[in-house]
């Protein structure tokens, strides 16, 4: 019975180590494979593979990933989700002006598809008034829809 419980308590044990090493990144070098994997298949428009490597990836060491990440959820027709990291990646403003501009106009985007266009005008003019040359045509799109909702 001694036996046992110092047995059980040693997988505990391992168990437990493991977790402090992986919470301190010791096996965070799947990062770099799980980009490359995502990045391939964003680019093949493989977009639910490129979504299941993104997803995975520690975004504070690699805020790279957000856009290609929630463009992916924006092509296989879930805006919901492409916001969900769009949102606190336009609140961290941790990214030089070009890139926030291109989140902002594709929370622009995002909000248009799942019909808050409230919020979509508010983002894409936003991201007009920091350069985004795309989103004056989005605001157009935008407008249409507006007009077409009104009738």
């Known amino acids: 019975m ?8 040693g997988i505990i044990a391992i168990l437990g180590v493991i977790v402090i090493a992986k919470n301190n990144y010791v096996f965070s070098f799947g990062d770099t494979e799980r980009i490359d994997k995502g ?5 093949n428009k493989e977009y639910s593979f490129a979504i299941t490597q993104f997803v995975t990836v520690d975004f ?4 790279e990933v957000v856009m290609p990440l929630a463009d992916s959820y924006l092509e296989i027709g879930e805006p919901y ?5 769009l949102e606190p990646a336009y ?5 030089h002006s070009a890139d926030l501009s291109k989140i902002t106009n594709m929370l622009g985007i995002a909000y248009t598809k799942s019909g808050d266009y409230k919020k979509a005008r508010t983002f894409l003019e936003e ?4 350069g985004n040359s795309n989103s004056q045509q989005n605001l157009q799109i935008l407008e249409s829809l507006e007009q077409n909702q009104n009738k």
């Open 81 to 85: 989700n492409a916001i969900q990291y």
């Open 91 to 95: 609140k961290s403003k941790d990214y």
């Open 39 to 43: 990045w391939k298949a964003y680019e």
């Open 2 to 9: 001694k036996k046992l419980i110092l047995v059980i308590i």
């Open 60 to 63: 504070k060491k690699h805020p």
């Open 127 to 130: 991201s007009i008034k920091l």
